[in-house]
């Protein structure tokens, strides 16, 4: 007697297809690497299928009154992986989608009773397609390993040959999600997972896993603490061009004139902890940029400031991305030429506040408002000869 435990139709061809879709469509290549660890906890989903049990009843020479069937139970599965870059990892776990069963009752009068048990474990490529800073889609395509376990029993006329088949076989295994970055080491999960398998017998079907978990991300940066950059920033100010001296020779050559600095505060051109220009930061550089267009320049320097709150490390590198991407908004919002502009970082190696002016090292809401005007961007634009 088989158990024919699953149904199988043309969503599986299409979902492994839109699985296939998110992973090819990534395109990230950031160096992002680091290992992972996650569990998912959710409810497992098979088809029972009614037709097959009948029809095998019927050879027996049996017909069936009635079928109860148990095709949902609680499924879950542990997983670690490897991040090669921000768009792809590869991730290998074990599962247990949980067990599954019926009842048909026959006459003459007598029942077939039949449940299998699913758990096994897989090998995943995953491709993570970007939303926003920290929402994303991901999709995964793979192998999974499956045994199952089967348990058959009859009453009255019902005869059960083998009460306790097995079985085990590799087959495909895909997956559609979303996550959300709780921090830059903890990730909270929703899935729905489709897992082609072999019931006990050697009837092939599908099972679907829909579930939420987390991810704990090793060896991921550490996040910038919320007192770093608390204070307003006051109204960037662009500093008027001095006038331009001509020597009495009218044959002799104009001396360069003197740079024009401006200065934005961080705080206006950026969210906190963050080195997207916002959009209020792109009104104030589309201001700059319209003045700019009145200058004969010949070099334009970009240069972020952090204040002395902070690893030297950490604040070099987020000063050094601040600069980029201030120069990246001006080449392709403002048409400034990439090879008059120049960025860089400073850490906090040239405060605007003098010494005794801010007392202290702990991160304070007085020190941090203090040392307000040392977190910048500098731009200064240097005209030609």
Not at 27 to 44: E, P, R
Not at 93 to 109: I, M, S, V
Not at 209 to 226: D, E, N, Q, T
Request: aromatic fraction near 8%; include cysteine.
């Amino acid at each position: 007697m088989k158990l024919a435990t699953f149904t199988t139709s043309s969503a599986t061809a299409r979902f492994s297809l839109m699985a296939l879709a998110v992973i090819a469509s990534n395109c990230a290549i950031a160096d992002d690497k680091a290992w992972y660890l996650g569990a998912n906890v959710g409810q497992a989903r098979a088809s029972i299928d009614a037709a097959e049990i009948t029809s095998g009843l019927l050879g027996s020479g049996l017909s069936t009154s009635a079928i109860v069937d148990e095709n949902r139970d609680l499924g879950y599965k542990v997983f670690g992986g490897y991040q090669l870059n921000k768009g792809f990892a590869l991730e290998g776990g074990y599962f247990d989608l949980g067990q599954f069963g019926f009842r048909a009752d026959t006459a003459p009068a007598g029942s077939l009773t039949g449940n299998i048990a699913l758990r096994g474990i897989n090998l995943d490529a995953v491709g993570t397609l970007p939303i926003t800073e920290r929402f994303s889609a991901f999709g995964r395509i793979g192998a999974a390993y499956t045994e199952a376990k089967g348990t058959f029993t009859g009453t009255g006329r019902v005869q059960v040959l083998n009460p306790n088949p097995r079985n085990r076989s590799t087959n495909l295994k895909v997956g559609l999600g979303v996550q959300y970055a709780l921090s830059d080491q903890w990730v909270l999960r929703a899935e729905l997972e489709r897992y082609r398998v072999e019931d006990a017998v050697g009837n092939k079907g599908d099972v679907d896993l829909g579930s939420i978990g987390l991810v704990y991300r090793f060896g991921a940066k550490a996040p910038m603490p919320v007192s770093r950059e608390m204070a307003q920033a006051p109204t960037p100010v662009l500093a008027a061009p001095q006038p331009m001296v001509v020597s009495t020779p009218p044959l002799a050559p104009a001396p360069m004139p003197p740079p024009v600095k401006t200065t934005f505060s961080a705080d206006s051109l950026f969210d906190f902890d963050k080195f997207v220009v916002k959009p209020a930061g792109r009104v104030d550089l589309d201001k700059f940029a319209i003045d700019l267009k009145g200058l004969d320049y010949d070099v334009i320097s970009v240069t972020g400031h952090t204040d002395r709150i902070g690893s030297h490390t950490y604040n070099q590198k987020l000063s050094e991305r601040r600069a980029d991407a201030v120069k990246s908004y001006l080449v392709a919002s403002a048409g400034v030429p990439a090879n008059k502009i120049r960025a860089q970082g400073l850490d906090g190696a040239e405060p605007v506040t003098k010494p005794g002016d801010c007392v202290g090292n702990k991160a304070t809401k007085a020190l941090i408002a203090c040392l307000q005007p040392d977190r910048r961007v500098d731009i200064e634009v240097t005209g030609k000869r």
